[in-house]
């Protein structure tokens, strides 16, 4: 199965924004191999993502799927991972 996969940071193994997959992983399974290959650990070590970053499945945020990182991927679902900027002066 393909998921697509778009982040404002590098994650390994992730070429031509997409990613194979084996199964029907669930959002949260993905989001911590994803996090596994990355520089950047959104994943936290209670399973939850990091505050700092924004994760959208098709367009909506995650939490406010119904099954939240419960929920099952599809082919071509659409993923994004983003680092959120933080502001100050």
């Not at 911590?32 to 994760?55: H, M, N, Q, T, Y």
């Not at 367009?59 to 959120?84: A, H, S």
Request: hydrophobic share 40%.
């Amino acid at each position: 199965m393909r998921i697509n996969v778009k982040a404002n940071f590098r994650i390994t193994g992730i070429e031509a924004d997409h990613l194979e997959i084996k199964g029907h992983p669930t959002l949260g399974e993905v989001l911590v191999d994803l996090a596994k290959r990355s520089e950047f650990p959104f994943v936290l070590s209670d399973g939850k993502i990091d505050p700092e970053v924004e994760v959208l499945l098709n367009g909506l945020e995650y939490p406010f799927l119904p099954k939240r990182l419960d929920t099952p991927l599809n082919e071509g679902d659409n993923v994004e991972i983003m680092i959120l900027a933080l502001g100050g002066g």
